[in-house]
């Protein structure tokens, strides 16, 4: 199985920082990668697919990047509504794998 | 509008079985595939099944395999996922959504969810 790895696994961060989380692939997923974004006690949000097409409707301060094995997500400048747990998730393989995910915390 | 409502969760005991179901409605349930993705208690997203539209292609995760069976109805619009000799490691909020495609095999949409507890 492919193993998505996240870093960090969570950070504090204020509002208006640029952040940037990293995933990795145990192996190379060209470009097919997807980030979400889940809040408590809610379903997971997509907000990247195919490495850096953003979702229909998501902002243009978060953006994605990467291919082969090392990818990003970067929101560029944080607001209050995205402090959440991010996960990334290949679908390279037709069994999909997550990242363990990433928490933006209030700094 | 899109909506994915799972039922059927609940309590059981190990080694018994439950069927979840999910009722699609806002697009055509027919032409898209859906799978199943759960969360344990306080831990991280694990793709458990997915279903292509016309249950021509199946694919389970090795943890399920030979344990959980994913079906669908189209004519009902409805997803189910069928747990047998379920385990304390399946509780988890179980959650149905739809894939944008085949091209593109990420969830678009999703359910609220369905927490299934397996204890004794």
Redesign the interface.
């Known amino acids: 199985?492919i193993r998505m790895t996240q870093s960090p696994s969570s950070f504090s961060a204020s509002t208006g920082d640029r952040v940037t989380i990293t995933c990795r692939a145990s192996q190379g997923i060209s470009s097919?990668l997807?980030w979400?974004q889940?809040k408590p006690g809610k379903?997971?949000?997509?907000l990247i697919?195919?490495a850096s097409t953003l979702?229909s409707g998501v902002p243009s301060r978060f953006s994605g990047s990467g291919s082969g094995t090392d990818f990003t997500l970067t929101i560029s400048c944080l607001q209050s509504e995205d402090f959440a747990t991010y996960?990334c998730?290949q679908?390279y393989s037709?069994?999909?794998?997550?990242?363990?995910?990433t928490k933006v915390e209030v700094k | 509008e899109v909506q994915l409502v799972e039922s059927g969760g609940g309590l059981v005991q190990p080694g018994e079985s439950l069927r979840l179901s999910c009722a699609a409605s806002g697009f055509t349930f027919s032409s898209y595939s859906l799978?199943w993705?759960r969360q344990a208690p306080g831990k991280?997203?694990?793709?458990v099944s997915?279903i292509s539209s016309s249950s021509n292609t199946i694919?389970n995760?090795?943890s399920v395999k030979g344990r959980f069976t994913i079906s669908r109805d189209n004519a009902k619009n409805s997803l189910y996922l069928q747990m047998d000799s379920l385990r304390a490691d399946d509780t988890a909020v179980y959650?149905c959504?739809r894939v944008?495609s085949s091209a593109?095999?990420?969830?678009?949409y999703?359910?609220?969810?369905a927490l299934v507890t397996v204890s004794s």
């Open positions: 199985a097919y997807a979400y889940q379903a997971p949000k997509l697919y195919a979702q996960y998730q679908y037709p069994s999909w794998t997550f990242g363990q995910g | 799978t993705v991280g997203l694990e793709w997915y694919n995760a090795d959650y959504a944008v593109s095999q990420v969830a678009d999703w359910g609220l969810g």
